[in-house]
């Protein structure tokens, strides 16, 4: 029988060879890679308001919302999220990992078929194999092989008797480019699938008052035809959480078999009262939105007009592709050796080696010219090496 440490190293020794060895490192320097995208995780008014509350909860929530880690500022503050983003009810769990995990393994099951875009999130992915469907990959933002794919079924199953699921994400964490949101919801009135949307990259950024994706792409009542919502806490609100918005028979049912849900330890009492301060910060930063997406312009062009080469990224999310992975750890320790907080982000995580630049909304022009130009200068010292 081989020794158990003997294996675990050499798993290790073929991740350092392959330049695939990850660390855990405090941050330090300019914001370019977190997810705190309206800059609220250090918002003084958010700091405030944390001060004025902060004696009033316990530290923990001492045990599951089912049995005393409930507290009526959750309840409030899912009454309150539901309502900004025009859903009937919500469900606040632990994690946005959680929010997917739990709910594609409550809703899925092994005589149903999910539909997955193929660089959906891993969360989206461990929630389907652990409820067992049938998962069927589509090619990343073709709805044309997913409209393929669902004919296919029905013709095997013309009755439909077997459920089908379909879940993509908004907005894509490492690509920052979205599905056609229309052409999604005319697949669905045609094909009848249970749609589950995740909107943790959008949200906050995108929409009337940040209400995300589908409040810029879509009219009232497809919005209201999408099943599930999938939101987290810890991107635009600066907390940490996931939220599920649903209809309220929807949640009732999560609330009695969500597994994830059920037998987790509630957030943090003082989380739900900072999420709906956060919200109502969220709804007037039309100013900071717009400043966010101007910088993304101006870098994306930046880029392209220095020849890096990037994504087909419509968003805030910039990743610059990078030909190896050694090649990106190089860039990425230069860089944060200069005050700029940049990452590599390797596969497994993606395909091709990249620097995920994730901008925020307490970013100045400035800061997005030095980038540039140290992005520029990096290049040359890693061309000479």
Same mark, same amino acid.
């Given at each position: 029988?081989?020794?158990?440490? +003997?294996?675990?190293q050499?798993? =290790? &020794? @073929? /991740?350092?060879?392959?330049?695939?060895?990850?660390? %855990?490192?405090?941050?330090?320097?300019?914001d370019?890679?977190?997810?705190?995208?309206?800059?609220?995780?250090?918002?003084?008014?958010m700091?405030?308001?944390?001060?004025?509350?902060?004696?009033?909860?316990?530290?923990?929530s001492?045990?599951s919302?089912?049995?005393?880690?409930?507290?009526?500022?959750?309840?409030?503050?899912?009454?309150?999220?539901?309502?900004f983003?025009?859903?009937?009810?919500?469900?606040?769990?632990?994690?946005?990992? +959680?929010?997917?995990?739990?709910? =594609? &393994? @409550? /809703?899925?099951?092994?005589?149903?078929?999910v539909? %997955?875009?193929?660089?959906?999130?891993?969360?989206i992915?461990?929630?389907?194999?652990?409820?067992?469907?049938?998962?069927?990959?589509?090619?990343?933002?073709?709805?044309?092989?997913?409209?393929?794919?669902?004919?296919?079924?029905?013709?095997e199953?013309?009755?439909?008797?077997?459920?089908?699921?379909?879940?993509?994400?908004?907005?894509?964490?490492?690509?920052?480019?979205?599905?056609?949101?229309?052409?999604?919801?005319?697949?669905?009135?045609?094909?009848?699938f249970?749609?589950?949307?995740?909107?943790?990259?959008?949200?906050?950024?995108?929409?009337?008052?940040?209400?995300?994706?589908v409040?810029?792409?879509?009219?009232?009542?497809?919005?209201?035809?999408?099943?599930?919502?999938?939101y987290?806490?810890?991107k635009?609100?600066?907390?940490e959480?996931?939220?599920?918005?649903?209809?309220?028979?929807?949640?009732?049912h999560?609330?009695?078999?969500?597994?994830?849900?059920?037998?987790?330890?509630?957030?943090?009492?003082?989380?739900?009262?900072?999420a709906?301060?956060?919200l109502?910060?969220?709804?007037?930063?039309?100013?900071?939105?717009?400043n966010?997406?101007s910088?993304?312009?101006?870098?994306?062009?930046?880029?392209?007009?220095?020849?890096?080469?990037?994504?087909?990224?419509t968003s805030?999310?910039?990743?610059?592709?990078?030909e190896?992975?050694?090649?990106?750890?190089?860039?990425?320790?230069?860089?944060?050796?200069?005050?700029?907080d940049?990452r590599?982000?390797r596969?497994?995580?993606?395909?091709?080696?990249?620097l995920?630049?994730?901008?925020?909304?307490?970013?100045?022009?400035?800061?997005?010219?030095?980038?540039?130009?140290?992005?520029?200068?990096?290049?040359?010292?890693?061309?000479?090496?």
């Amino acid at each position: 029988m081989a020794d158990h440490w +003997t294996e675990v190293q050499k798993k =290790l &020794d @073929s /991740i350092r060879e392959k330049q695939l060895f990850r660390e %855990t490192r405090s941050y330090q320097g300019i914001d370019f890679c977190s997810n705190d995208y309206m800059g609220l995780a250090t918002n003084p008014s958010m700091l405030e308001f944390f001060q004025s509350k902060k004696d009033i909860y316990p530290f923990g929530s001492t045990a599951s919302r089912l049995v005393r880690g409930n507290t009526t500022s959750m309840e409030q503050f899912e009454s309150a999220f539901a309502s900004f983003v025009e859903g009937e009810a919500a469900l606040l769990v632990s994690t946005g990992f +959680t929010a997917n995990f739990g709910l =594609l &393994d @409550s /809703i899925a099951a092994p005589d149903c078929y999910v539909f %997955t875009d193929r660089l959906n999130h891993a969360s989206i992915l461990d929630g389907i194999r652990i409820a067992g469907a049938k998962k069927k990959y589509y090619n990343h933002l073709d709805l044309g092989h997913l409209r393929s794919l669902l004919e296919k079924l029905d013709l095997e199953d013309p009755t439909r008797k077997n459920k089908r699921i379909v879940v993509t994400e908004s907005l894509f964490s490492m690509d920052g480019d979205s599905p056609d949101l229309k052409t999604l919801l005319s697949l669905k009135k045609e094909f009848g699938f249970v749609l589950v949307l995740d909107e943790a990259h959008a949200f906050g950024i995108y929409g009337p008052s940040g209400k995300g994706l589908v409040f810029q792409d879509l009219d009232p009542s497809e919005i209201q035809s999408i099943d599930y919502r999938v939101y987290t806490l810890g991107k635009s609100l600066g907390l940490e959480g996931g939220i599920i918005v649903t209809k309220q028979i929807g949640r009732d049912h999560l609330v009695n078999v969500m597994r994830s849900f059920i037998f987790s330890t509630a957030p943090l009492p003082m989380i739900s009262e900072l999420a709906s301060f956060a919200l109502s910060l969220l709804g007037s930063m039309d100013k900071e939105r717009e400043n966010l997406l101007s910088l993304a312009s101006k870098l994306k062009d930046s880029l392209k007009q220095n020849g890096f080469l990037i994504t087909n990224s419509t968003s805030h999310i910039v990743p610059i592709l990078i030909e190896t992975e050694k090649q990106a750890l190089f860039y990425a320790a230069y860089l944060q050796e200069k005050g700029l907080d940049v990452r590599a982000i390797r596969p497994p995580t993606v395909s091709t080696p990249r620097l995920r630049i994730s901008l925020n909304a307490k970013l100045t022009l400035e800061s997005i010219h030095r980038l540039v130009e140290e992005l520029i200068l990096v290049r040359k010292k890693w061309n000479s090496l």
